[in-house]
C-alpha cells in the first residue's frame, strides 16, 4: 500500500490550497483518514479527520478555514485549506486506518510521505 500527496507548495497569507492524499495498492477497505501536520520545532499535531461515513473533525485552530472530504471509490482524501496563515506553515502527513486483501481481518496504519506547506507573511 502507498499513500502519495500532492499539492503542498509557497503562498502568501491569506491565500488557498489544496491537498490530495491517494492510496493505492491492496486496499481492501479504508476507514478513517486524516491529515497530520508538524512544523518546525513541533510535535506532529492532528489537523482534520474524516471517518467512512463522512463525519469530520478539526483542531481548533483550523476550523472555519480548512475542509477535509474523501473519495471512497478513488480511495483519495483531500484537505481545502482557505485564509492560511503562517503559523499553518509546516509538512503536512497523510494518514489512514485501513484493511488490505491479504489480511482482510487486521487493521493497519498507513503514513504518506509528507508534502511542505508554507505560508509567507
Known amino acids: 500500500v502507498q499513500l502519495v500527496e500532492s499539492g503542498g507548495g509557497l503562498v502568501q497569507a491569506g491565500g488557498s490550497l489544496r491537498l490530495s492524499c491517494a492510496a493505492s495498492?491492496?486496499?481492501?477497505?479504508?476507514?478513517?483518514m486524516r491529515w497530520y501536520r508538524q512544523g518546525p520545532g513541533n510535535q506532529r499535531e492532528l489537523v482534520a479527520g474524516i471517518t467512512r461515513g463522512g463525519s469530520t473533525n478539526y483542531v481548533d485552530s483550523v476550523k472555519g478555514r480548512f475542509t477535509i472530504s474523501r473519495d471512497n471509490v478513488k480511495n483519495t482524501v483531500d484537505l481545502q485549506m482557505s485564509s492560511l496563515k503562517p503559523e499553518d506553515t509546516a509538512v503536512y502527513y497523510c494518514?489512514?486506518?485501513?484493511?488490505?486483501?491479504?489480511?482482510?481481518?487486521?487493521?493497519?496504519?498507513?503514513w504518506g510521505q509528507g508534502t511542505q506547506v508554507a505560508v509567507s507573511s
Open positions: 494518514y489512514t486506518i485501513l484493511t488490505t486483501t491479504h489480511q482482510p481481518e487486521l487493521t493497519v496504519q498507513y
Open positions: 495498492g491492496s486496499i481492501f477497505r479504508i476507514d478513517d
